[in-house]
Nanobody, 124 residues
Framework: EVRLEESGGGLVQPGGSLRLSCATS????????MSWVRQAPGKGPELIAI????????YYPNSVKGRFTISADKSTNSHILQGNNLKVEDTGKYYC?????????????????WGRGTQVTVSS
């Protein structure tokens, strides 16, 4: 059974930092694309970080590039999202999940198959 469990959210002041963790089990971590998605109130989900485990290549959208970093720990099958210089618009519920490659295409499940999420609120 796949397990995805986020931790580390909370209230952060603008300009502050966050460190979110995702504990996982039940799938081939070394072949997955470990990912973070966030959803702000009233908005759709936004993909904010991916690490493709086969080569550990990373992807970030412009909204977080240079401020967020995703890293993975193969010894514990977990990954971390580190965010710095947080902005009010980084507020949202953060979910971890993963995609798998099939026939050279990466496939990601719908959000209801990701973790339960952890709330991050950036406010003074």
């Amino acid at each position: 059974e796949v397990r995805l469990e986020e931790s580390g959210g909370g209230l952060v002041q603008p300009g502050g930092s966050l460190r979110l963790s995702c504990a996982t089990s039940g799938f081939d971590f070394d072949r997955a694309a470990m990912s973070w998605v966030r959803q702000a109130p009233g908005k759709g989900p936004e993909l904010i970080a991916i690490i493709y485990m086969p080569g550990e290549q990373r992807y970030y959208p412009n909204s977080v590039k240079g401020r967020f970093t995703i890293s993975a720990d193969k010894s514990t099958n977990s990954h971390i999202l580190q965010g710095n210089n947080l902005k009010v618009e980084d507020t949202g519920k953060y979910y971890c999940g993963f995609g798998m490659e099939y026939r050279s295409v990466w496939h990601f499940p719908p959000l209801d198959r990701w973790g339960r999420g952890t709330q991050v609120t950036v406010s003074s």
